[in-house]
T-cell receptor
Framework: GAVVSQHPSWVICKSGTSVKIECRSL??????MFWYRQFPKQSLMLMAT?????????EQGVEKDKFLINHASLTLSTLTVTSAHPEDSSFYIC???????????FGPGTRLTVL | GNSVTQMEGPVTLSEEAFLTINCTYT??????LFWYVQYPGEGLQLLLK?????DKGSNKGFEATYRKETTSFHLEKGSVQVSDSAVYFC????????????FGKGTSLLVTP
């Protein structure tokens, strides 16, 4: 299967700092990438849809100025959590869509802990 | 809008028991349906999928049939193993939502020897 990587796999930061998470599709070109958030023992909630070369589309209730998404190439999307607060602590998961296979492949996730 | 409802867990079964996890959906148009599995400490993996009505997805002994008339995509396995212990997510994707996945809440399965 296709491989999607995320970096870092976990990060601990102080309140008020910013954290960048990278999502890469390693063996296919992804015109669309998605960012999800998963709270403990809960489902994945879509945060935003990221299309290469255009602005991300955010779901209702997700602050675009707090969760900055950049999809600069067909294999890389980044999520920056700006001025992080403890309530932003969560598991962030990206996925990349392989259009020819009509399938999404998920990264392993990034555990963010804000102190 | 799109939504997925799946049975609440946790589900505890003995090895070799029959498994059913119910999943129903609401969607406009013609969604694709998926089952994803999340093993402890790992990321989501696609288990199986179906893209149109009456399609049956299957993998690793798991099966699910896309039933448009009942808007369902129930997951079944005839004989579970301890290694099947994981969280299972039903999901749908639709072109009208940019193919973003709508997930159910997940069902935790524990298989005991």
């Amino acid at each position: 299967g296709a491989v999607v990587s995320q970096h870092p796999s976990w990060v601990i930061c102080k309140s008020g700092t910013s954290v960048k998470i990278e999502c890469r599709s390693l063996d296919f070109q992804a015109t669309t990438m998605f960012w999800y958030r998963q709270f403990p023992k809960q489902s994945l909630m879509l945060m935003a849809t990221s299309n290469e070369g255009s602005k991300a589309t955010y779901e209702q209730g997700v602050e675009k100025d707090k969760f900055l998404i950049n999809h600069a190439s067909l294999t890389l999307s980044t999520l920056t959590v700006t001025s992080a607060h403890p309530e932003d602590s969560s598991f962030y998961i990206c996925s990349a869509r392989w259009p020819e296979r009509n399938e999404q492949f998920f990264g392993p996730g990034t555990r963010l802990t804000v102190l | 809008g799109n939504s997925v409802t799946q049975m609440e867990g946790p589900v505890t079964l003995s090895e070799e028991a029959f498994l059913t996890i119910n999943c129903t959906y609401t969607a406009t148009g013609y969604p694709s349906l998926f089952w994803y599995v999340q093993y402890p400490g790992e990321g989501l993996q696609l288990l199986l999928k179906a893209t149109k009505a009456d399609d049956k997805g299957s993998n690793k002994g798991f099966e699910a049939t896309y039933r448009k008339e009942t808007t369902s995509f129930h997951l079944e396995k005839g004989s579970v193993q301890v290694s099947d212990s994981a969280v299972y997510f039903c999901a749908l994707a639709n072109s009208n939502s940019g193919y973003a996945l709508n997930f159910g809440k997940g069902t935790s399965l524990l298989v005991t020897p």
